[in-house]
């Protein structure tokens, strides 16, 4: 094997001089330490890397897997055969996939490389939500599906023995209303109850009460989930409060925290949470909060069984693509890059709330009272039920996405609460938006409503 550390050596009888040499062993050395600096620490590095050297990290791991063995007899039915080189590309070379059947995180034994690859991945997941709000987790891990996918694994994995006669009847989980399809399907994908609790109005916001969970409480529960970052008027839940409850329930507690990595003030939560009761997984979506392609999570909790047992409950071998892609993402931000990616959403966020109180005063509407790091909503009280329903798709007319505009008379699923007053609109300012964006986007929401009002 190549010394790449002897290059001087190698050389030292040729025409070039040592210098020269000394010099060109410099700069390699430069460009490989990094390498060297995450195999022995295995941490997310401060400063973010080249795209080039990670690209040589990822092509070094993946021809560790036999796939790359030019002399192997493959005799299997499923050898990493791939029809198109774009298929190396698109998978970052890791073909094989990480896991085996029934153990995600176990070694893949055609896949060296790839296993490298996905306890590096993983080493990272724990050490970003330790860096940023969560220093009691012990342990996390990237799953190749998203967030509602990743909720119905983790409820799977903890869920009782029905085998066991006295615990046959326990299939309900607690859910504080949250209007998401995802969270309802993957509670009813492995044939569990929710029992929702409803939110209630206090002024503009939606909250649901520590006592009306309390109260919803029933022997067939085994589980209560609980949220963080969700639309406005929904606030995040009293999950300090929640873990207490848990931990003298003995309920299984999952938080989803789907965009929550980005605010320090929702990650301040869950590490009260943790310290003060009851927590078992923390769930979060890659996409929304390390810009990732979407098809991943990273689940975190405080006890190392846990995620362990989380990783034996999925059925067969996974792609490594999502992995790579969250990888590939926490060595080009690093710990300074995600960070200035977190200052710019703050800065960012304030500058959504003022752009839309300036609009709000000409139209004679208002930015609502609600607690959101993220989301900014504003009033439309003036607007009419079909000027309601115009604005939505004025704004996609004016090229404007991801805005949510909101009539509660004509759709009450999105509100998270019976009988919401008031009709609104909900922009985000999350992690990655640009100023830019926010600025033109409200330009266009006031030209849109200008439009459907005249």
Not at 70 to 88: D, F, P, W, Y
Not at 113 to 136: H, Q, T, V, W
């Amino acid at each position: 094997m190549v010394d790449l550390n002897k290059i001087i050596e190698y050389f030292k009888n040729s025409k070039i001089p040592e210098n020269m040499l000394n010099r060109g062993q410099l700069v390699l050395n430069e460009f490989l330490n990094p390498l060297k600096v995450l195999f022995e620490q295995k941490a997310l590095p401060n400063k973010g890397w080249k795209d080039e050297q990670i690209e040589l990290l990822l092509k070094i791991l993946a021809n560790m897997d036999t796939d790359k063995d030019i002399n192997a007899s493959q005799v299997g039915e499923r050898e990493a055969r791939i029809a198109s080189k774009l298929h190396l590309k698109i998978s970052g070379g890791f073909c094989h996939g990480v896991g085996r059947s029934g153990f995600l995180t176990a070694p893949q034994p055609k896949a060296p490389g790839g296993s490298i690859m996905y306890e590096i991945s993983n080493y990272l997941a724990r050490d970003i939500m330790r860096k940023f709000g969560l220093p009691n987790i012990k342990k996390a891990i990237i799953t190749p599906i998203a967030t509602g996918m990743s909720l119905a694994l983790t409820l799977s994995a903890f869920k009782p023995d029905w085998n066991n006669i006295k615990l046959r009847s326990k299939r309900k989980v607690l859910l504080p209303r949250l209007d998401h399809h995802s969270i309802l399907k993957s509670i009813n994908f492995i044939g569990l109850d929710p029992k929702i609790i409803e939110g209630k109005v206090f002024d503009d916001a939606v909250r649901i009460p520590i006592e009306d969970i309390r109260n919803a409480y029933e022997d067939a529960c085994y589980a209560i989930i609980s949220f963080t970052s969700f639309f406005p008027p929904r606030e995040a839940d009293e999950i300090k409060e929640i873990s207490k409850f848990a931990k003298e329930k003995d309920l299984v507690h999952i938080i989803v925290n789907a965009y929550g990595v980005q605010s320090p003030e929702w990650m301040g939560l869950i590490r009260s949470a943790i310290d003060a009761g009851k927590v078992d997984a923390v769930i979060q979506s890659t996409d929304k909060n390390f810009l990732t392609p979407v098809g991943a999570s990273l689940i975190a909790s405080p006890y190392k069984e846990k995620i362990e047992k989380i990783s034996k409950s999925y059925a067969g071998r996974a792609s490594a693509s999502p992995v790579v892609n969250f990888l590939i993402s926490m060595l080009s931000l690093g710990k300074n890059g995600y960070e200035k990616l977190i200052k710019n959403q703050q800065e960012n966020r304030k500058f959504l709330e003022q752009k839309l109180n300036t609009l709000a005063e000409k139209i004679n509407e208002r930015v609502m009272d609600i607690f959101n790091p993220v989301a900014v909503a504003m009033t439309l009280n003036h607007l009419k039920r079909d000027q309601l329903y115009a604005l939505g798709g004025a704004l996609y007319n004016l090229r404007v996405t991801g805005p949510r505009v909101y009539d509660p008379s004509q759709k009450e699923f999105g509100t998270c609460a019976e009988g919401y007053p008031t009709p609104y609109i909900v922009m985000n300012a999350a992690i990655g938006s640009k100023k830019t964006h926010i600025e033109n986007a409200v330009e266009r929401l006031e030209k849109a409503y200008n439009q459907i009002t005249k």
